[in-house]
């Protein structure tokens, strides 16, 4: 356990310090240029390589010591950072620079979490999986809530130059945590044919398209990640529409506190033996959430629904993790688990983009004429805010089609039976 949370300490300092680089230099360019695009592109630039890089880390991982791959690649993540921190002392950092930077400290770091997934699956037996896996969404609880509130505060009292020679050192300290310690070397494939790095990364794919089961469960698990990249805009004009700032403040924290809950309580209390039935009933209960949370305009409802649903998250990304920890075998994991993050996490940028024209549409929807408008507007009503609860309300059933259609589906169903064997 120590090795492993030695490990996991200094993914928390990495991922801390790119949140804290990204959403802080991103809100001090646009206090700078009011550019609402530049803005966006600098918080892009924190997660789009995340997509393409990390399947690259993932097979690398595979080939050659984890914790060294880990240990390199935070160790370059913090170049790539002291680079624009130079030239910012200097009044020389121009804003495609910084998001150059940013990109590249971004895509260096993007097996992060699919080799510390990795690393646990050699570390420990089933039996304490669970648990430890509860570690992975609460480091990413902690760094949503610390960083965003912290870079707010910090970033119109900071000079550019200071906030990445922060997110410098904090990186530089988790590439030297898993330098100083040992860990493991896992079983390589017995018979290694000399293959480019492309064929090696495909050979992912192909094992989770010859594993049915484990494919419904991304597709799932992907429509999560898009519901709560949906959440995640239009969670303010929702809540702005009833309430003020303060009223936003409260609902974003009850989100935080009860993603971290749940990371607390999977670490006190693991998860059920039946993980794939508990994931899909996770999700027919956020969706069933999320659409009843629209029904009137209510900032209670909101929060409920934001603490509700992120309170179960942990819970079912440990059961997700467990699951395929114990189907892939080890010397695929890297390239796996690394392919399997990137179409997961790739639905929230998506979600991201689309969730404005959505709303947008949603919104001219209802304000429309037509039998369908009105049955619309005496269920949710009309004024601000409605057409984000419009979405919610078919993201929501959407969520649910997905998570049934998936339980019809046998391999899905085996899944636990198998994992027991």
């Given at each position: 356990?120590?090795?492993?949370?030695v490990?996991?300490?200094?993914?928390?300092?990495?991922?801390l310090?790119?949140?804290f680089?990204g959403f802080?230099?991103?809100?001090s360019?646009?206090?700078?240029?009011?550019?609402?695009?530049?803005?966006?592109?600098?918080?892009?630039?924190?997660?789009?390589?995340?997509?393409?890089?990390a399947p690259?880390?993932?097979?690398?991982?595979?080939?050659?010591?984890?914790?060294?791959?880990?240990?390199?690649?935070?160790?370059?993540?913090a170049?790539a950072?002291l680079v624009?921190?130079?030239?910012?002392?200097?009044?020389?950092?121009?804003t495609?620079?910084?998001?150059?930077?940013?990109?590249i400290a971004?895509?260096?770091?993007?097996?992060?979490?699919a080799?510390?997934?990795?690393?646990?699956?050699?570390l420990?037996?089933?039996?304490?999986?669970?648990?430890?896996?509860?570690?992975?969404?609460?480091?990413?609880?902690?760094?949503?809530?610390?960083?965003?509130?912290?870079?707010?505060?910090?970033?119109?009292?900071?000079?550019?130059?200071?906030?990445?020679?922060?997110a410098?050192?904090?990186?530089?300290?988790?590439?030297?945590?898993?330098?100083?310690?040992?860990?493991?070397?896992?079983?390589?494939?017995a018979?290694?044919?000399?293959?480019?790095?492309?064929?090696?990364?495909?050979s992912g794919?192909?094992?989770?398209?010859?594993?049915?089961?484990?494919?419904?469960?991304?597709?799932v698990v992907?429509?999560?990640?898009?519901?709560?990249?949906i959440?995640?805009?239009l969670?303010?004009?929702?809540?702005l529409?009833?309430g003020?700032?303060?009223?936003?403040?409260?609902?974003l924290?009850?989100?935080?506190?009860?993603?971290?809950?749940?990371?607390?309580?999977?670490?006190?209390?693991?998860t059920?033996?039946k993980?794939?039935?508990?994931?899909?009933l996770?999700?027919?209960?956020?969706?069933?959430?999320l659409?009843?949370?629209?029904?009137?305009?209510?900032?209670?409802?909101?929060?409920?629904?934001?603490?509700?649903?992120?309170?179960?998250?942990?819970?079912?990304?440990?059961?997700?993790?467990?699951?395929?920890?114990?189907?892939v075998?080890?010397?695929?994991?890297?390239?796996?688990f690394?392919?399997?993050?990137a179409?997961?996490?790739?639905?929230?940028?998506?979600a991201?983009?689309?969730?404005?024209?959505?709303?947008?549409?949603?919104?001219a929807?209802?304000?429309s004429?037509?039998?369908?408008?009105?049955?619309?507007?005496?269920?949710?009503?009309?004024?601000?805010?409605?057409?984000?609860?419009?979405?919610f309300?078919?993201?929501g059933?959407?969520?649910?089609?997905?998570?049934?259609?998936?339980?019809i589906?046998?391999?899905?169903?085996?899944?636990?039976a198998?994992?027991?064997l």
């Amino acid at each position: 356990m120590k090795v492993f949370g030695v490990v996991w300490l200094g993914s928390l300092l990495s991922l801390l310090a790119m949140q804290f680089a990204g959403f802080a230099v991103g809100l001090s360019t646009y206090q700078r240029t009011a550019s609402v695009s530049l803005y966006g592109l600098m918080l892009f630039a924190t997660t789009a390589p995340l997509l393409i890089a990390a399947p690259i880390v993932g097979a690398i991982a595979d080939r050659w010591n984890r914790g060294r791959v880990l240990a390199l690649g935070r160790a370059a993540a913090a170049v790539a950072l002291l680079v624009p921190a130079l030239f910012a002392r200097q009044g020389a950092a121009s804003t495609g620079l910084l998001i150059a930077c940013l990109a590249i400290a971004s895509a260096f770091q993007s097996g992060e979490f699919a080799i510390l997934s990795a690393i646990a699956a050699q570390l420990f037996d089933k039996h304490r999986l669970p648990r430890v896996n509860g570690l992975l969404p609460l480091g990413l609880a902690i760094s949503q809530v610390v960083a965003p509130p912290t870079a707010s505060f910090l970033a119109g009292r900071l000079s550019t130059a200071t906030v990445l020679l922060s997110a410098v050192i904090a990186t530089s300290a988790g590439a030297v945590s898993i330098a100083v310690i040992r860990v493991p070397a896992h079983h390589v494939e017995a018979k290694q044919t000399p293959t480019g790095l492309l064929t090696y990364m495909l050979s992912g794919w192909q094992f989770v398209r010859s594993s049915p089961g484990l494919l419904w469960l991304l597709v799932v698990v992907a429509a999560v990640h898009f519901t709560l990249g949906i959440l995640e805009v239009l969670v303010t004009p929702w809540t702005l529409a009833v309430g003020d700032t303060d009223t936003l403040g409260a609902v974003l924290t009850a989100a935080g506190i009860g993603m971290m809950a749940g990371s607390a309580g999977v670490l006190l209390l693991g998860t059920p033996k039946k993980r794939a039935w508990t994931i899909m009933l996770i999700v027919i209960a956020q969706a069933l959430v999320l659409v009843s949370s629209v029904t009137r305009p209510s900032a209670l409802l909101i929060g409920t629904a934001a603490f509700a649903i992120l309170l179960s998250f942990p819970i079912l990304a440990s059961c997700f993790e467990t699951t395929w920890q114990l189907r892939v075998p080890s010397e695929l994991q890297g390239r796996v688990f690394a392919l399997r993050n990137a179409l997961t996490s790739g639905a929230l940028p998506v979600a991201q983009i689309v969730a404005g024209p959505l709303s947008a549409l949603a919104a001219a929807v209802l304000g429309s004429q037509g039998s369908l408008s009105s049955s619309l507007r005496v269920l949710l009503g009309a004024g601000p805010g409605r057409g984000a609860a419009l979405v919610f309300l078919v993201n929501g059933g959407a969520l649910l089609v997905v998570c049934l259609i998936a339980l019809i589906a046998p391999h899905v169903r085996r899944l636990d039976a198998e994992a027991a064997l």
